[in-house]
C-alpha cells in the first residue's frame, strides 16, 4: 500500500531559526514529490517538485532534499518567518495509476516571536 | 500564472439542500481536476478525480450519487453535494493539473482555496 509518513506531525520554533520537516514514503513506481504549503483555511500552494533525478530543489528559503534509494525526504525552512506558520504536505505520485498521488497527514509548524 | 479559482469560498445553508461548487482553471487548460474533503487538522482525502468529457472516477467510499461532479470544459469542473447533511459539513478543495505536455504526471497540480460548507 502506498504510504506517505510525515514527522514531527507538529512543530515550534522561534522566529528566525531553522527547522528540518521530514517526509518518507512507500509509493512506488516513483513519479515525483511535491512539498506544499497550506496556511489556515486556505488551499495547498505549491513549493517544490522535485523527479527521480533530482536530490535537492529550492525555492528561497525553502530548500527540499529527496533521497530516492531510502525513499525519504525533506524540507529545510531557513530564518524562518511568522507567516512559515502553516501546515506543510508532503505529496508523493506514482508513474502508474493515472499518477495518482498519496498525501501525508503534514507538518504544522508555528513560528512564535 | 497557474492560478485555480474555487467559489464560494463558503457556504452556509439548511440540511436538505443541495449544493453547488466550482472550480475554475483561470489561464491554463486542465484535463484533469481534482476534488478534496479535508477535516479540521487532517490532510486532504481525495474524493474523486474529474477528467474533461468523460465520468468522474470516485475514491472508494465516496457516493457518486451524493456528491456529482461534472467537468464540462477544460477549465471547469463542478461539484454537487446534493441534499446536504449536518455529516456533510467540511472544507472542500479542488485542484487542476495543467493539459499533458512536457512533464506529464509530473506536472504539478494547483488548488483552489477551498470552500468552507456549513449545514445547519
Known amino acids: 500500500k502506498n504510504q506517505v509518513e510525515q514527522s514531527p506531525q507538529s512543530l515550534i520554533i522561534l522566529e528566525g531559526k531553522n527547522c528540518t520537516l521530514q517526509c518518507n514514503y512507500t509509493v512506488s513506481p516513483f513519479s515525483n514529490l511535491r512539498w506544499y504549503k497550506q496556511d489556515t483555511g486556505r488551499g495547498p500552494v505549491s513549493l517544490t517538485i522535485?523527479?527521480?533525478?533530482?536530490n535537492t530543489k529550492s525555492n528561497g528559503r525553502y530548500t527540499a532534499t529527496l533521497d530516492a534509494d531510502t525513499k525519504q525526504s525533506s524540507l529545510h525552512i531557513t530564518a524562518s518567518q511568522l507567516s512559515d506558520s502553516a501546515s506543510y504536505i508532503c505529496?508523493?505520485?506514482?508513474?502508474?495509476?493515472?499518477?495518482?498521488?498519496?498525501f501525508g497527514d503534514g507538518t504544522t509548524l508555528t513560528v512564535k516571536p | 500564472g497557474a492560478v485555480v479559482s474555487q467559489h464560494p469560498s463558503r457556504v452556509i445553508c439548511k440540511s436538505g439542500t443541495s449544493v453547488k461548487i466550482e472550480c475554475r482553471s483561470l489561464?491554463?487548460?486542465?484535463?484533469?481536476m481534482f476534488w478534496y474533503r479535508q477535516f479540521p487538522k487532517q490532510s486532504l482525502m481525495l474524493m474523486a478525480t474529474?477528467?474533461?468529457?468523460?465520468?468522474?472516477?470516485?475514491e472508494q467510499g465516496v457516493e457518486k450519487d451524493k456528491f456529482l461532479i461534472n467537468h464540462a470544459s477544460l477549465t471547469l469542473s463542478t461539484l454537487t453535494v446534493t441534499s446536504a447533511h449536518p455529516e456533510d459539513s467540511s472544507f472542500y478543495i479542488c485542484?487542476?493539473?495543467?493539459?499533458?505536455?512536457?512533464?506529464?504526471?509530473?506536472?504539478?497540480?494547483?488548488f483552489g482555496d477551498g470552500t468552507r460548507l456549513s449545514i445547519l
Open positions: 474529474s477528467n474533461e468529457g468523460s465520468k468522474a472516477t470516485y
Open positions: 522535485m523527479t527521480f533525478s533530482e
Open positions: 485542484s487542476a493539473r495543467r493539459r499533458t505536455g512536457r512533464g506529464g504526471s509530473n506536472q504539478p497540480q494547483h
Open positions: 505529496v508523493v505520485s506514482a508513474t502508474t495509476n493515472a499518477g495518482k498521488s498519496t
Open positions: 489561464d491554463f487548460q486542465a484535463t484533469t
